[in-house]
């Protein structure tokens, strides 16, 4: 049996006794960014988690852990907001930006999971009234933010922001009635955005966020890369600089470098050594220019350090 502990603000003394030799799992949830901003007054007085946030509760985690045991990289779960929703900077949500976290969260030292609906980048949906959420924590929050003297609009907000419905809206196989999901009538509805969003448009589209996880998938099986994305060590690069995310995979033979832009705007970013492949784009063609990458807006580059 494999078994993946739900641990939230854990002590970084109490690490080894969770996912150690002896620990009580094989391996624990990173809920770091989840986490970030939670406020002891309720959803409506949480803060935001902006694209540098998310850096920092990552590498957080990754430096906490290192090598005491196998953490398990997610960006959402059952209980969680759409992590495209939540990590993405709001109107910024595209195939592109999607790609660019799935780059970032999936080849982080430790074992990525993929929840359902992620892998063709499905979001949170769109609430009118408190009388279509069946979550019975969002309808507790949403209460909670009316004591709170919030309006009507303002506390739906805060329930469409970080409700559990979110992640559990039915499965978008393609743009037909109940988004392919069933012929019945599903206990949530479907996400109107079915239409752009949805397996049947995405199977055998190349540019597609699903193709794209699948090939991150190929990339941390290929043998040419496994031993170096299992088991190297991870070493954050340009940690201090806004909107950029990037790390180091390396072990005594080779040196991965992922790094991504993390805004619509495009920049230019150093590179710690030359070039030797580039082995994987989340978009556009990488543009290298000797020590430096022009990265477009939200893009991800996989390169294989000289």
């Not at 699903?210 to 990339?219: D, E, F, V």
């Amino acid at each position: 049996a494999f078994t993946v502990g739900e641990v939230f603000e854990e002590k970084p003394d109490a690490i080894r006794d969770f996912i150690g030799d002896d620990g009580y799992f094989n391996s624990m949830y990173d809920f770091g960014p989840v986490g970030f901003g939670w406020s002891d007054k309720g959803w409506w007085d949480y803060k935001d988690i902006t694209p540098d946030d998310y850096k920092a509760c990552v590498f957080s985690t990754q430096k906490k852990v290192a090598d005491i045991g196998m953490i398990s990289n997610i960006i959402e779960n059952h209980d969680e907001p759409r992590g495209v929703s939540h990590y993405i900077p709001e109107g910024d949500q595209s195939p592109e930006s999607k790609k660019m976290l799935a780059t970032l969260y999936f080849l982080l030292k430790g074992l990525p999971w993929i929840y359902q609906g992620q892998e063709i980048g499905m979001e949170n949906v769109k609430v009118s009234s408190i009388d279509e959420v069946d979550d019975i924590s969002s309808i507790g929050e949403y209460k909670v933010a009316l004591e709170a003297g919030l309006t009507r609009e303002e506390a739906l907000r805060a329930v469409e922001k970080y409700g559990r419905d979110n992640a559990r809206t039915p499965f978008q196989w393609d743009d037909g009635k109940e988004a392919g999901f069933t012929t019945g009538k599903p206990w949530l509805r479907v996400n109107p955005n079915k239409d752009r969003i949805n397996l049947k448009s995405q199977r055998n589209d190349p540019q597609s966020v699903y193709q794209y996880y699948r090939k991150l998938t190929r990339l941390k099986k290929d043998p040419a890369y496994t031993e170096v994305l299992t088991y190297g060590e991870l070493v954050p690069y340009l940690e201090e600089r806004p909107h950029v995310m990037a790390y180091l995979r390396k072990n005594e033979e080779q040196k991965l470098l992922v790094i991504a832009n993390f805004q619509k705007e495009a920049q230019m970013l150093p590179l710690p050594a030359e070039v030797k492949k580039v082995v994987l784009s989340s978009g556009a063609e990488a543009k290298i220019q000797g020590r430096e990458a022009v990265m477009e807006g939200y893009q991800a580059l996989v390169l294989e350090l000289a």
